[in-house]
């Protein structure tokens, strides 16, 4: 599992020592040693390895943070555990970790692709609270081809049965599947089953949810029920420490703007063509 390094004054105020301001003023005074050297201010340490002393005395580390990449099967729970008497398989039964994980966010039962799992309340509150307008990424298969009009709505927003109206998404067609499309969807948020609402209202029926993308992090080649732990520079760009990649360009998806029709009436007052000159030969135009 990878081990990600963090600053020391982080880890001393995690660990219960005092604030980081507090944690920063020990480190200049010298009490503060690791692994049996001095620290410096901006030190990094992984805290799950390293021996970590104040005044002498070893800190108790912090819960290693661990960050897992799952692409979550249809007909699996999102949840830790299930309720009584339940006895579907969840995806904490996919990653056989020690750690307490819990999933970030959440991906309905019938639903497939990209979950988060990780014991970081801080990043989980981050991608999941409203106010920070995290992007997810959906690709979604439609029973049948969605017309302008529909798509249009969608883009706006959809009033549910319970009246709620879903914020502006950005919707455009993929790719055709028969009688059916698949669909990318990107929203900033996340009520339950909402795209699934949303095709019914629209007399559109969702065959499929795929999702492949939560904020910077993108489900890549992983199959259905595989997993794997995230790498520094993704962890680093999930919580907003690198700047976020730029948003692709979907003008590719859109059709060329329609050229201005020929009026007729300029065509009328062109007048007759010359006749042929050159033995019978029409005269070369020159191109525009």
């Given at each position: 599992?990878?081990?990600?390094?963090?600053?020391?004054?982080?880890?001393?105020?995690?660990?219960?020592?005092?604030s980081?301001?507090?944690?920063?003023?020990?480190?200049?005074?010298?009490?503060?040693?690791?692994?049996?050297?001095p620290?410096?201010?901006?030190?990094?340490?992984?805290?799950?390895?390293?021996?970590?002393?104040?005044?002498?005395?070893?800190?108790?580390?912090?819960?290693?943070?661990?960050?897992?990449?799952?692409?979550k099967?249809r007909?699996?729970?999102?949840?830790?555990?299930?309720?009584?008497?339940?006895?579907?398989q969840?995806?904490?039964?996919?990653?056989?970790?020690?750690e307490?994980?819990?999933?970030?966010?959440?991906?309905?039962?019938?639903?497939?692709?990209?979950?988060?799992?990780t014991?970081?309340?801080?990043?989980?509150?981050?991608?999941?609270?409203?106010?920070?307008?995290?992007?997810?990424?959906?690709?979604?298969?439609l029973?049948?081809?969605?017309?302008?009009?529909?798509?249009?709505?969608?883009?706006?927003?959809?009033?549910?049965?319970?009246?709620?109206?879903?914020?502006?998404?950005?919707?455009?067609?993929?790719?055709?599947?028969?009688?059916?499309?698949?669909?990318?969807?990107?929203?900033?948020e996340?009520?339950?089953?909402?795209?699934?609402?949303?095709?019914?209202?629209?007399?559109?029926?969702?065959?499929r949810?795929?999702?492949?993308?939560?904020?910077?992090?993108?489900?890549?080649?992983?199959?259905?029920?595989?997993?794997?732990?995230?790498?520094?520079?993704?962890?680093?760009?999930?919580?907003?420490?690198?700047?976020?990649?730029?948003?692709?360009?979907?003008?590719?998806?859109?059709?060329?703007?329609?050229?201005?029709?020929?009026r007729?009436?300029?065509?009328?007052?062109?007048?007759?063509?010359?006749?042929?000159?050159?033995?019978?030969?029409a005269?070369?135009?020159k191109?525009?």
């Open positions: 599992m990878f081990l990600m390094e963090e600053r020391l004054q982080k880890i001393l105020a995690q660990a219960g020592v005092g980081r301001r507090d944690c920063e003023e020990l480190i200049k005074a010298g009490r503060v040693r690791v692994d049996g050297q620290a410096v201010i901006g030190q990094k340490a992984e805290a799950a390895t390293a021996r970590i002393t104040v005044d002498g005395r070893a800190i108790k580390a912090p819960e290693q943070k661990v960050y897992v990449a799952l692409n099967p007909y699996v729970l999102t949840t830790v555990e299930p309720e009584v008497g339940d006895s579907r969840t995806v904490r039964d996919l990653v056989p970790l020690a307490r994980l819990y999933p970030v966010g959440r991906l309905d039962f019938e639903s497939e692709g990209l979950v988060l799992m014991n970081d309340g801080e990043l989980a509150q981050k991608l999941t609270h409203p106010s920070h307008g995290h992007e997810k990424e959906y690709r979604v298969l029973a049948r081809h969605p017309d302008d009009e529909q798509l249009a709505t969608w883009r706006r927003g959809v009033v549910l049965e319970d009246g709620y109206k879903t914020q502006p998404a950005i919707v455009y067609p993929a790719d055709e599947s028969g009688k059916g499309m698949w669909v990318r969807v990107v929203m900033k996340g009520r339950k089953r909402q795209i699934r609402e949303i095709g019914a209202q629209l007399g559109l029926p969702v065959v949810i795929l999702r492949v993308r939560i904020g910077t992090l993108r489900l890549g080649t992983l199959k259905p029920g595989e997993w794997r732990p995230l790498t520094a520079e993704e962890i680093s760009a999930l919580k907003g420490d690198l700047p976020r990649p730029a948003p692709r360009s979907h003008s590719s998806r859109r059709a060329p703007a329609a050229r201005p029709p020929v007729p009436e300029k065509e009328k007052r062109r007048g007759p063509e010359p006749p042929p000159q050159n033995g019978g030969k005269p070369l135009r191109s525009r």
